[in-house]
């Protein structure tokens, strides 16, 4: 078993950062990939990005592209999300979650989830 915990959400002004963390507990996290989602009200949950086990390979949503960045630290048993540039449809609750496939931007790849932190932008 993995467990991931989201930290790092919040109220921010469109245009603005907030860099969102996930630490993860149990089984040796730099033995999985990790990935981001969200989910807006109403909506669908979304692949947002996903970096492999070692920091090595990166993969973004286009939405994300060019304004967010994964990163991880083994060491500490955290992933981020560094999301710059932030716009008022990027509200939603980000979710981490982690596995050891091969594909990685359908919800069903992922064996671990985190609960959630909110992050709303306003306008």
């Known amino acids: 078993q993995v467990q991931l915990v989201e930290s790092g959400g919040g109220l921010v002004q469109a245009g603005g950062s907030l860099r969102l963390s996930c630490a993860a507990s149990g089984r040796t996290f730099q033995n999985y990939d990790m990935g981001w989602f969200r989910q807006a009200p109403g909506k669908e949950r979304e692949f947002v990005a996903h970096i492999n086990w070692n920091g090595g390979s990166t993969s973004y949503a286009d939405s994300a592209k060019g304004r967010f960045t994964i990163s991880r630290d083994n060491t500490k048993n955290t992933g981020y999300l560094q999301m710059n540039s932030l716009k008022p449809e990027d509200t939603a609750i980000y979710y981490c979650?982690?596995?050891?496939?091969?594909?990685?931007?359908?919800?069903?790849?992922?064996?671990?989830w985190g609960q959630g932190t909110q992050v709303t932008v306003s306008s």
């Open positions: 979650a982690a596995q050891s496939g091969s594909t990685y931007r359908r919800l069903y790849d992922y064996n671990y």
